[in-house]
């Protein structure tokens, strides 16, 4: 284990601690493969479950191996009706997602444009699953939403092509343009239910 590893495992620890008092479920793994076997540990089979625009939850490969599996997959990215599908995302018993931030005090911060994502995590599905990479955790929760605006939104909006100042600067420019994915920030200091919100931190950079 490298020194960078090893250190954001021992944060890891600490930053589980601090979810467990919000009433999150908190749960570490040292790679992409263990994390993929606790998020399928997670979700029962024969369950629903859906997801938002999450990048993180690809590069491990869960959102294949849950078409591949016994589960009820509703998937926007497939269906001609995807407004329909991302509504329908709110019944669904499990919900995938990853976070723009993670402050190291347990809050987490996500900023969304169309609000489907920060809505599934407030309110709708039974159980809510966040995959983030360390990468993702910061400290004080100035940092965090710094991260957030400047760092996960501009990137984002080069992978969805939305015109705004950053698709051509790479720099946020606090816009205010009918394709501005910035539109909602939410952060999350309790999981209510407890329990509902169950989040795996990953000791690799994933995601964004």
């Known amino acids: ?26 749960y570490y793994c040292e790679n992409k493969q263990e994390a993929l076997k606790k998020a399928l540990e997670l979700i029962e089979e024969g369950s629903t ?29 497939n269906a001609k009706e995807g407004q ?12 995938i997602m990853s976070s723009n931030a993670i402050c190291d005090d347990g809050q987490l911060i996500n900023i969304d444009g169309n609000g489907n994502r920060c809505a599934a995590l407030i309110f709708g599905p039974k159980n809510v699953i966040v995959i983030a990479g360390m990468n993702k955790v910061v400290r004080g929760y100035e940092n965090a939403l710094n991260r957030a605006r400047t760092v996960a939104a501009p990137i984002n909006v080069q992978r969805f092509g939305k015109a705004t100042g950053c698709l051509k600067t790479g720099v946020c420019a606090d816009c205010k343009t009918p394709e501005c994915i910035c539109c909602n920030i939410v952060t999350t200091r309790i999981s209510r239910p407890a329990g509902k919100i169950k989040v795996i931190l990953v000791n690799e950079d994933l995601g964004f």
Not at 58 to 77: F, M
Not at 84 to 95: G, K, L, S, T
């Open 1 to 26: 284990m490298s020194p960078v590893q090893k250190q954001r495992e021992l944060l890891a620890k600490k930053v589980i601690q601090n979810m467990q008092a919000r009433f999150m479920d908190a």
């Open 49 to 77: 479950v859906s997801w938002g625009g999450t990048a993180t939850a690809k590069e491990i490969g869960l959102q294949q191996a849950l078409k591949e599996g016994n589960y009820n997959v509703l998937d926007r990215e």
């Open 84 to 95: 329909d599908v991302a509504r329908e995302a709110f019944f669904a018993d499990y919900y």
